[in-house]
């Protein structure tokens, strides 16, 4: 799900899943990114049990996918 943009079904959050962690106990959970404020500033982004969330387009995918990821690489573009 990593890449792809998702609603969380209880609060209706919507975001890109930047991030995944996986715990001990089994819960994977997911970081929202969403989309900048209309004014441009920065919207926190926030982590959800993965259960509670599903693709709103299958179509999208952000996902990196160059050879060597990092910090020094420019976004992918789409």
């Known amino acids: 799900m990593l890449g792809k943009k998702l609603k969380d079904k209880i609060t209706g959050f919507t975001g890109v899943a ?3 962690a ?4 089994g819960c994977d959970q997911y970081l929202l990114a969403p989309q900048c404020a209309e004014n441009g500033s920065f919207i926190d982004g926030h ?3 993965e259960g509670r969330l599903v693709i709103l387009d299958e179509s999208l995918n952000f996902e990196v996918t160059a050879e060597k990821p ?3 690489k ?3 573009k789409k």
């Open 74 to 76: 420019e976004a992918p």
């Open 47 to 49: 982590w959800f049990d």
């Open 22 to 25: 996986s715990y001990i106990t």
């Open 70 to 72: 990092g910090c020094d």
């Open 18 to 20: 930047t991030g995944k």
